[in-house]
């Protein structure tokens, strides 16, 4: 036999062959929508210690590079803390609160203060993954964060209960509450914000001495809040102040409130707790902000005592007990929140319980009970949620 004949051959042969094997292949089963639901009634419960580490459970998209995936609610983690004053360490945040979050679950997150399980109500809500912030240049880390919120808070929701999204974030250090700002600046305009922490962060960049200063120094966790109101961000407006709750930090000077009171912020302290209660906080949280105009809120877990919540980057002594913050966040569940953060986390410094993280997780399911919870009150809805009750072993 001729070579060319036999190379014919040949390839005559592999052809039949893969056409063969290749039509054995591709005989896909088609599955009824009866066969599915069996098979997630089946295999498709989570307990918490199973399943890939999304927060609470929920389903997971990388919402940044799947914008097909819409949400009403998003988790975002921002694991950032190069603009640490002190111990770094809260890059490791996100996926320190998203472990910590193992034992929230659908089917076991009814929240009998707010009447409602916030995972099984209207609002999707969906675990979106983290902004690949880059370590390594604050400016460039800014640009992404500030154009990640953007992205994400410009996305159509699902539910006609909203005309925008919402963003909770998981820190990360709190200077990233600056790019999230910028964000909801572009849909809302200046936006009031409650804030809950150990220190002021209103800081004027020159409060922190450096003879090597620059443009870029000026950008820190403790300044972020003078920097968003210096770019018209945040509510100017002599009786639309902003709150700051929990404070009991050292200054440099009385001219640190005289920077703060130039900023339009009422001061709560620690010790306020003390003689007025956590419904004394609460009162005067509400009678400030309201419940018509859009706020934000930032939880540092450092205005936890640092006997309940040690893994933080600047701890201080003195602070608000865990039990005390849950109770005063249930208390405002009226306010308008458009976004949220709960930063600061630096997961190396708790101990082994996961105290630290596990109380930035539950500040999280307050957070995002009263979201939901607004929602429905706003369209004068009872939230009636049914499900299957199940003993958790």
Same mark, same amino acid.
């Given at each position: 036999m001729r070579p060319r004949a036999f190379l014919c051959l040949a390839l005559s042969y592999g052809t039949a062959l893969v056409r *063969?094997?290749?039509g054995h292949a591709h005989e896909v089963r088609e599955w009824t929508q009866e066969e599915l639901d069996e098979l997630e009634k089946k295999w498709g419960t989570e307990w918490g210690f199973? !399943?890939?580490s999304a927060f609470a459970h929920l389903d997971y998209h990388k919402?940044? &590079?799947?914008?097909?995936?819409?949400?009403?609610?998003?988790i975002i983690g921002a694991p950032f803390d190069t603009a640490v004053s002190y111990r770094p360490g809260a890059r490791f945040g996100p996926r320190a609160i998203? *472990?910590?979050? *193992?034992?929230?679950?659908?089917?076991?997150?009814y929240n009998p203060r707010a009447g409602l399980n916030p995972y099984a109500n209207w609002a999707r809500?969906?675990?979106? !993954?983290?902004?690949? +912030? +880059?370590?390594?240049?604050?400016? +460039?880390? +800014?640009?992404?964060? &500030?154009?990640?919120? &953007?992205?994400?808070? *410009?996305? &159509?929701?699902?539910?006609?209960?909203?005309s925008r999204p919402k963003l909770?974030?998981? !820190? !990360?250090?709190?200077?990233?509450?600056?790019?999230?700002l910028r964000a909801l600046h572009a849909v809302y305009g200046p936006v009031r914000v409650l804030h809950f922490d150990a220190h002021l962060d209103t800081w004027h960049p020159a409060k922190y001495p450096s003879y090597w200063a620059s443009e870029q120094a000026r950008f820190t966790h403790g300044s972020m809040f003078w920097l968003a109101g210096a770019e018209g961000l945040l509510s100017n407006q002599s009786g639309a102040a902003n709150v700051h709750?929990?404070?009991?930090?050292?200054?440099?000077g009385t001219g640190d409130w005289d920077d703060d009171?130039?900023?339009?912020w009422v001061r709560i302290s620690a010790d306020d707790v003390d003689d007025l209660g956590t419904k004394g906080i609460v009162d005067s949280i509400m009678q400030t902000l309201g419940t018509e105009d859009p706020v934000y809120l930032s939880v540092d877990i450092d205005v936890l005592d640092p006997a309940f919540a040690p893994g933080t980057g600047t701890p201080e002594p003195g602070g608000w007990t865990t039990r005390e913050l849950i109770r005063i966040l249930r208390g405002i569940e009226g306010l308008n929140l458009v976004g949220a953060d709960v930063v600061e986390v630096a997961p190396a410094y708790q101990g082994v319980g996961e105290e630290t993280a596990l109380a930035a997780a539950q500040v999280v399911f307050e957070i995002l009970s009263s979201m939901v919870k607004k929602g429905l009150g706003e369209m004068g809805k009872t939230a009636k949620v049914e499900g299957v009750v199940r003993d958790e072993l």
């Open positions: *063969a094997c290749g199973s !399943g890939i919402c940044l &590079t799947t914008p097909s995936e819409l949400f009403d609610i998003a998203r *472990a910590a979050s *193992a034992r929230q679950t659908s089917f076991r997150g809500i969906l675990d979106c !993954g983290d902004i690949p +912030v +880059v370590p390594v240049d604050n400016a +460039v880390a +800014v640009r992404q964060m &500030t154009a990640a919120f &953007t992205e994400l808070g *410009a996305r &159509t929701p699902v539910s006609p209960l909203l909770v974030t998981l !820190g !990360g250090d709190h200077s990233l509450s600056l790019p999230a709750a929990g404070l009991r930090t050292r200054l440099s009171d130039a900023q339009n």
